[in-house]
């Protein structure tokens, strides 16, 4: 990828009007290190320590170009998924009274710019834009006023999913233990957004640069605040747990060879190409 590519994916990543400053963290690789940084324009400025624990500026910086982005997460305890929290996605199907999570195994994580691999017997794997929600402090059993103080920002998901293995009467599994959870069906990143009103963010899909999906964070179903207290009733949420919070519309099939971006007003884009 070029440098103007790379630089690309964050022209959305700017804070809309009305909004306080946004800060914008990233997990990269440069030679033998890898650390956490904090991303201003083209410049990354890297941190030492836990990025949930007041990390120290090390006073080293890195052109955005000469590193590789991370997934921003590296092995979140946990990783919940909501399903059906779109009316568009719905249709017809009246939304359900409280938010349905689901499971992702933190194996199916993928950096940015890697390849979302189909694995073998997938025909029908579809992408999925969400904006995942990054926990930063332990949770349980809090209230949706309190989940502002748990959520440490937000950042980009495909919640890449296989839809024969998922819905389909004759063949579909018990759980959707592989149908959204194999291997790479889970690209994240570039940045986690922090200091977002991420309950008003336009998001969208390209496949091959056609838009497939767009749509508006303000129509969540179930919002961030009411999915993180209701989850938190019954399981504790600990710093770096993920969680995605639905797709809207209606999603295709992706192929190998195929370009799929998943991009986020005010975080930014998230590429993959799919291969076999």
Known sequence: ?????????FAAALPAAGQSKVVKYCRFRKGSLTAFGILEGDVIRELRGDLF?????????HKLADVKLLHPIERPSKILALAGNYRSHLGTTPPRPNPEPFYKPPSCLQNPDDPIIIPPGAKDVHYEAELVIV??????????????????GVTCGNDVSERIWQNDAKIKDIQWWRA?????????????ARGIDYHNLRIQTRL??????????????HDCHVTVSFISQAVTLYPGDLIFTGTSGQTKPMK????VEIDIEGVGILRNKVTG
Do not use: E, Y
Not at 53 to 61: D, E, F, K, L, S
Not at 180 to 192: C, N, S, W
């Open 208 to 221: 091959n640069g056609k838009t497939v999906q767009d749509d508006h964070t303000s129509h969540l179903v």
């Open 256 to 259: 190998p060879g195929d370009v």
């Open 53 to 61: 624990a007041n990390p120290t500026p090390t006073g080293a910086t």
């Open 135 to 152: 926990i930063g402090k332990r949770a349980s059993r809090i209230t949706a006023a309190q989940a502002p103080d748990v959520i440490f």
């Open 1 to 9: 990828m070029t440098r103007r590519n790379i630089l690309s994916l």
């Open 180 to 192: 959204k959870g194999a291997d790479t069906f889970g690209p994240l990143g570039p940045v986690i």
